[in-house]
């Protein structure tokens, strides 16, 4: 059964930073991973998809990775802005389960920027 | 509005009572998913359909939960009987036909059910 996980659970960083935000998940055999930004009381906004064959996928300031062997995937923030303050999830759609069709989710990680 | 669009946005019912959740895909998508959001918890699938088809259900309480998606018309998600434990805030997606899998799905902004 494939997990997903993400660290740090909430982060709180001063406007203008760089970050990261970390997902790892247990079986490599997937289709792609994609992530989400989600604003309190809404829905899902879609960031990033990197398909299996991927190493990386570029939008903006974003930039996220795959590592698909180690089943990791990082999402990079540059120059961080207070309108960047949301709950940011990895999910990871999986090959080697009876559906492919499933988004498995992480809990996600809670990202704070103070002016 | 070319999104993802789900209604109710907040629904309240009491403990035995039917909810019933619509959601109308993307424009030229046929591919409907719904999710779960429990407090605290992150988002679970239950149930990926195409136009007239479930193709799989196996994220759906085999009980007291059924959806549709008509020929015509949005996709429906049924809770009855509900109960405390049901409230949650439920997400449907949508993607375009064609390689499923390797398409990015497209999030509404959910419908949140309160159970009294």
């Known amino acids: 059964k494939q997990e997903v996980t993400q660290i740090p659970a909430a982060l709180s960083v001063p406007e203008g930073e760089n970050l990261v935000l970390n997902c790892s998940f247990t079986d490599s055999a997937i289709y792609n991973l994609q992530w989400f930004r989600q604003d309190p009381g809404k829905g899902l906004t879609s960031l990033l998809l990197i398909q299996s064959s991927q190493r990386e996928q570029t939008s903006g300031r974003l930039n996220a990775s795959l590592d698909k062997s180690s089943g990791r995937s990082t999402l990079y923030i540059a120059a961080s802005q207070p309108g960047d303050s949301a709950t940011y999830l990895c999910a990871v759609r999986s090959s080697n389960s009876n559906s492919g069709y499933a988004l498995n989710f992480g809990k996600g990680t809670s990202l704070l920027v103070t002016p | 509005n070319a999104g993802v669009m789900q209604n109710p946005r907040h629904l309240v019912r009491r403990r035995g009572q039917e909810a019933r959740l619509r959601c109308s895909p993307m424009k030229g998508h046929s591919h409907v998913y719904w999710y779960r959001q429990l407090p605290e918890e992150g988002l679970k699938f239950m149930v990926y359909?195409?136009?007239?088809?479930?193709?799989?259900e196996s994220g759906m309480p085999k009980e007291r939960f059924s959806a549709e998606f008509p020929k015509e018309g949005p996709s429906i998600l049924r809770i009855q009987q509900v109960v405390r434990g049901d409230s949650a805030a439920y997400f449907c997606?949508?993607?375009?036909?064609?390689?499923?899998?390797?398409?990015?799905?497209?999030f509404g902004d959910g419908t949140r059910l309160s159970i009294l």
């Open positions: 997606a949508s993607s375009p036909p064609g390689q499923g899998q390797n398409q990015p799905q497209h």
């Open positions: 359909l195409q136009k007239e088809n479930i193709i799989d």
